[in-house]
């Protein structure tokens, strides 16, 4: 069954705890918190409301400089992912450019045993293929568990950032790999389709994302796909 993680960011404590209720209410099979959204003093009473399904989320602390809000420094924002690792999600997103300036969290959270997905976006198109691999190889080096976005501004970047899951030699590779925005959509869906990424994102109601689609209508639309491979299986 494809995997779905509903993406959540809510202004306050109440609101983004009752998105993260509806959205396991809906069939979502995990969550991801964008704690940036939130004010700094109602993280630490977040994360205590959710430890209960912390085995169920990704953790998101994303600065202003990676498409987030989080609009402290650099090291506040590293004792904040260690406190968010201290209640053990299933993972926590850390930005490549985030650990590549200071790899000291990398060390520190293996240490803890906690999953890292090193993840990296790109907000104005899709570099050509040669480059997203070597990004790729980059990536790898500190973790298994990727997640590479881009923006579609043609039909060819989707086939290209999909076409990452053809790359070899990377046996233990958990990759997370789709395109942004109206034309990546079907990008979204392939991922797990074609790609076997471990899930794909969606949205409760509103896209926190461009192109993200909503747990409902992705549901459904894997729900069509599986029930016609079984008819024609």
Known sequence: MNKICVSLAAPSKRILLQDVNRALNEGADFVEIRFDFLELCEIEPVLNELKLIAKRAIFTLRPTTSGGRFGGTFNERILVLKKM????PMLIDIEFETIRRDTKI???LKNQNIQIMVSWHDFEGTPPKLKL???????YKYSAKLKIVTTAKKSEDVWRILDLYSVGNYSSLSLVAFAMGDIGIVSRLLCTLYGNA???????DKPIAPGQVCIRTLRNLYSGIEKNLDRHG
């Open 85 to 88: 690792a201290s209640f053990s």
């Open 106 to 108: 990398l060390n520190y």
């Open 133 to 139: 691999v070597k990004r790729l190889k980059e990536m």
């Open 198 to 204: 471990p899930f794909t994102y969606a949205s409760l």
